[in-house]
């Protein structure tokens, strides 16, 4: 069995919370949030230490999204297809300045396209999200192919909301803190496989 591991939400599920420290220090090339209200537009590049099938597995095994997560509270393949196609259940509990938690639940739709892309659709009906889609490309780094570049798109439209003027600012901030995190975490794992 390989280690526990997380899906490409599990990048941004837990998207509000702060950081632990990391065993590994990934290579973060950019990380870039957008606040146009009422969505977040998230964009995220990082270079791991570790091969890029190790960090597939990783990110595709939708049952042990902990590890990768400190938001991440439990998680779920609520039902899967042969083609592929997993929906996939989280609840996190984020917190705002370490004192205000919250829980809350992403259904998605998680698939992997033509290019290799782990895809994930939020599905708003069951989801504390109007609308969310990300886009993860796993792939051997240029430079060395026992490296790999995660690069991820995000948009993220939530249904909750937080207090204005500072709450875009701290949802910002905290996104760019759990992505790096998390990468940090998958390279962690990844390395041990």
């Not at 090339?29 to 977040?40: G, I, K, N, T």
């Not at 991820?152 to 875009?168: H, M, Q």
Request: hydrophobic share 40%.
């Amino acid at each position: 069995m390989p280690a526990r591991s997380a899906c490409v939400s599990c990048l941004t599920a837990g998207f509000l919370s702060l950081p632990s420290t990391p065993l590994v220090a990934a290579d973060i090339l950019s990380a870039v949030v957008r606040y146009q209200a009422p969505a977040y537009t998230v964009s995220f590049e990082a270079v791991l230490d570790a091969h890029h099938k190790h960090v597939r597995r990783l990110v595709t095994d939708y049952e042990n999204l902990i590890d990768l997560s400190p938001t991440v509270v439990h998680s779920d393949v609520i039902s899967s297809t042969p083609d592929g196609h997993s929906r996939v259940k989280l609840v996190l509990r984020p917190c705002f300045l370490i004192v205000l938690c919250k829980r809350i639940i992403k259904v998605t739709d998680s698939s992997v396209s033509g290019h290799g892309d782990v895809i994930h659709v939020t599905v708003p009906a069951v989801s504390d999200f109007h609308q969310a889609r990300e886009q993860l490309s796993i792939t051997p780094d240029a430079n060395d192919t026992e490296r790999t570049r995660v690069s991820y798109r995000g948009y993220l439209v939530p249904k909750f909301s937080v207090p204005p003027i500072i709450g875009p600012w701290i949802i910002r901030r905290q996104i760019i803190n759990e992505l790096t995190v998390t990468a940090r975490r998958v390279e962690s794992l990844a390395q041990l496989m």
